[in-house]
């Protein structure tokens, strides 16, 4: 039998590794003295694949108003110069630093000609994803992942919200038979991301001086099969692609205070996984 002494030794010491590890996850906002800025590249190695299309075959006067015929799925986006597109690149495991200064556009979703803009979000844990659509049509904003929704958009610019309140990735698609529409809407704990522009390019600032792991995430792009799926608008099974799965690089980062860090990351089609998402 344990003595009284003894068993609240044990509680206090309970209480101190919950309080640790909680401590470990959550962020903390500081003032960052002499900052540094990690800027860099992602570019594409090998032959560049062919784009992934879909034939746009439904509400094509909303959908496809310059007659295209069909609709690149953005799983890819690749620059002339091989800069990779709407790659999020990341410090890994940052505790503390600048406060959360993420750009409201990647926090708001617009549906316009059946098409996702922007393709990747970026939402900070506990705050709000808003969503519209602009287009006259019924689209539905289906989400798997991170946060689970199925939300209708019957009516054009109606702004819809939702906190997000796990973090994590959230794969979304459209269930009224827009097969070709999904995007990625990432949910994280601190502000240290940004998300590759058309060339490639990605800067983060007011990083505290310091040795990390930069991590660059991208979305699978490789089609994998046409799956079939249940339309809610025609009540029908249709089919709709399905991607590989995400891929990671990691890259170690010296920041010094007042300097400027670079580091290039290269993707390739080897690093594709193959095995399938089905969300
Ligand atoms: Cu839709």
Not at 16 to 37: C, E, F, H, M
Not at 100 to 107: C, E, I, K, T, V
Not at 254 to 275: H, P, Q, R, W, Y
């Amino acid at each position: 039998m344990p003595s009284p002494r003894a068993c609240w030794l044990a509680v206090v010491a309970v209480c101190l590794l919950l309080s640790t590890s909680a401590a470990a996850q959550t962020y903390r906002t500081i003032k960052v003295d002499d900052p540094g800025t990690i800027t860099g590249t992602v570019k594409w190695s090998g032959v560049v694949p062919a784009a992934s299309t879909v034939t746009i075959n439904k509400d094509v006067s909303v959908c496809d108003p310059q007659s295209a015929k069909t609709r690149d799925l953005e799983r890819l986006v690749i620059g002339p110069n091989k800069g990779v597109a709407n790659t999020v690149v990341y410090l890994k495991n940052i505790e503390a630093g600048k406060a959360m200064d993420l750009p409201p556009a990647r926090r708001t979703l617009n549906q316009k000609s059946c098409r996702y803009e922007p393709h990747i979000l970026l939402v900070p844990q506990n705050d709000k994803l808003a969503i519209k659509s602009s287009d006259p049509i019924l689209h539905t904003v289906h989400m798997s992942g991170a946060a689970t929704y199925n939300l209708p958009f019957p009516f054009p610019d109606t702004q819809v919200e939702r906190q997000m309140s796990q973090p994590g990735i959230i794969e979304l698609r459209c269930n009224a038979g827009h097969v070709w529409m999904n995007g990625i809407v990432m949910v994280v704990t601190h502000p240290y991301y940004a998300v590759t522009d058309a060339s490639g390019n990605f800067r983060i600032d007011g990083v505290p001086p310091g040795q990390y792991v930069l991590v660059a995430w991208h979305e699978g792009w490789q089609t994998q099969v046409q799956a079939g799926f249940y339309d809610v608008l025609s009540q029908t099974r249709i089919s709709r692609p399905v991607f590989s799965a995400d891929s990671t690089w990691e890259k170690p980062v010296n920041v010094t205070g007042g300097g400027t860090a670079t580091v290039d990351f290269i993707l390739s089609e080897g690093k594709a996984k193959l095995s399938a998402s089905t969300h």
